[in-house]
């Protein structure tokens, strides 16, 4: 089976279009047709470029990603599937896009949880872990903060940018660092402790949190 045909599979039943790059590049210029991407998806209204590194790949490949979206014109958001993560810095996937998300193998849960992620109770969240009277935040850094000043990072699954932003608020307001609360999934959690050590980390299974919204007609 193909990466193409396995991407594809994987996308079967969840609502997310998947689209293969023989679909989107160019046969009669050469430069599209050797750009790394193996596809697009569609979801939210959204168009995302997908890659994917095997542990087959090679350093050259992997660094042809970054210089590939680096050029990226079109597309503002993107996912990188890839079957081990040791094989590259998550520092060096970071465009000032609005997502560069990866996926680390197995990846049908992740999948799964970024198809429903518009339907986590991020509310029942917050009440279990104490944070009371939170209220959505419109600080770069993070998602929710309480009255008292306490911010609230979620990551459902690793966003290279949304990292980002947290390590340069991190890095320029150290006086705020005990204010700073993460809350991740289990398969994230590696990859905060290695850029924010001393910060509070919260490790939750966002599935048992994702529930259906009622529809009423009047």
Same mark, same amino acid.
């Given at each position: 089976?193909?990466t193409?045909?396995y991407?594809?599979?994987?996308?079967?039943?969840?609502g997310?279009?998947?689209i293969?790059s %023989? !679909?989107?590049?160019?046969d009669?210029?050469?430069?599209?047709?050797?750009?790394? %991407?193996?596809?697009s998806?569609? %979801?939210?209204?959204?168009?995302?470029l997908?890659?994917?590194?095997? #542990?087959?790949?090679t350093k050259r490949?992997?660094?042809?990603?970054i210089?590939d979206?680096?050029k990226e014109?079109?597309?503002k958001?993107?996912i990188?599937?890839i079957?081990?993560i040791?094989?590259i810095?998550? #520092?060096?996937?970071v465009?000032?896009?609005?997502?560069f998300?990866?996926?680390t193998?197995?990846f !049908?849960?992740?999948?799964?949880?970024?198809? !429903?992620q518009?339907?986590i109770?991020y509310?029942?969240?917050?009440?279990?872990?104490? +944070?009371?009277?939170?209220f959505?935040? @419109?600080?770069?850094f993070c998602?929710y903060?309480? #009255?008292n000043?306490?911010?609230i990072?979620f990551?459902?699954?690793i966003d290279?940018?949304k990292?980002? #932003?947290l390590r340069? %608020? +991190?890095?320029?307001?150290?006086?705020?660092i !005990?204010n700073?609360?993460?809350?991740?999934?289990k398969n994230?959690?590696?990859?905060?402790?290695k850029?924010?050590p001393?910060? @509070?980390?919260?490790?939750?299974?966002f599935?048992k +949190?994702?529930k259906?919204?009622k529809?009423?007609?009047?």
């Amino acid at each position: 089976m193909t990466t193409i045909s396995y991407l594809a599979s994987l996308f079967i039943g969840s609502g997310i279009e998947f689209i293969p790059s %023989f !679909e989107l590049k160019d046969d009669n210029y050469f430069r599209t047709q050797s750009r790394p %991407f193996v596809g697009s998806i569609k %979801f939210n209204g959204n168009n995302y470029l997908v890659y994917y590194i095997s #542990k087959k790949s090679t350093k050259r490949f992997c660094n042809s990603i970054i210089y590939d979206f680096q050029k990226e014109q079109k597309y503002k958001q993107a996912i990188l599937f890839i079957e081990d993560i040791n094989m590259i810095d998550i #520092k060096d996937y970071v465009f000032g896009s609005n997502q560069f998300i990866i996926f680390t193998f197995p990846f !049908e849960n992740w999948i799964y949880v970024f198809n !429903e992620q518009f339907k986590i109770d991020y509310g029942k969240i917050l009440n279990e872990f104490g +944070y009371n009277n939170s209220f959505i935040s @419109e600080w770069y850094f993070c998602d929710y903060e309480t #009255k008292n000043k306490q911010f609230i990072v979620f990551f459902p699954f690793i966003d290279c940018e949304k990292i980002y #932003k947290l390590r340069l %608020f +991190y890095r320029e307001n150290r006086k705020y660092i !005990e204010n700073l609360h993460i809350i991740c999934s289990k398969n994230v959690t590696n990859i905060l402790n290695k850029y924010f050590p001393i910060l @509070e980390i919260n490790v939750v299974d966002f599935e048992k +949190y994702i529930k259906e919204f009622k529809v009423y007609h009047l």
